[in-house]
């Protein structure tokens, strides 16, 4: 089997990956994630995840390389990274009541090759109506300026649902186990 990376400094995907109970590396890639003009929401997932992987062909050439963006969708905006208190209460007000969907991109690439598998995988979070104060007690709490959307599905996000739907839950913590398990699997890698 060769070595498996995950490129990307989240500590959410490195915690996914080790469920599937295989060695492997990680490495941050330096990748701009501004979105391209007139690009889709399943586009910019797509060749964050695959830009990721590519990032690291070089420095880890006999590898298998997953890469993995999430972008989160209401209505027609994308949703960033809210990096502070006010833009993640902005993102709350607005979905409160309403629906999220989160595209997880997930590449994987065998670096001696340059073969590269890639997908988007959708995971649509129904929010709860939720009152000013029921959101800023909860970024209080849980701070989630880092993640799309504005909070941690694997944390107290999940307070904030009515509902969700989709295929895979891992997507919405931002690696789609199910998927990247097909992925290995083509490559040769059974799990279990």
Known sequence: MPPLVLASSSPYRRELLTRLRIPFAWAAPAVDETPHPEESATALARRLAESKARALR??????LIIGSDQVAVLGEQILGKPHDFDRARQQLLAA????VTFLTGLALLDSASGRCQVDAVPFTVHFRALSEEQIDRYLRAEQPYDCAGSFKAEGLGVSLFRATEGEDGT???????????QMLDREGIAIP
């Open 96 to 99: 409160s009541g309403s629906s």
């Open 171 to 181: 997507s919405l913590i931002g690696l789609p186990l199910i998927r990247l398990v």
């Open 58 to 63: 070089q420095q880890y050439p006999t590898h």
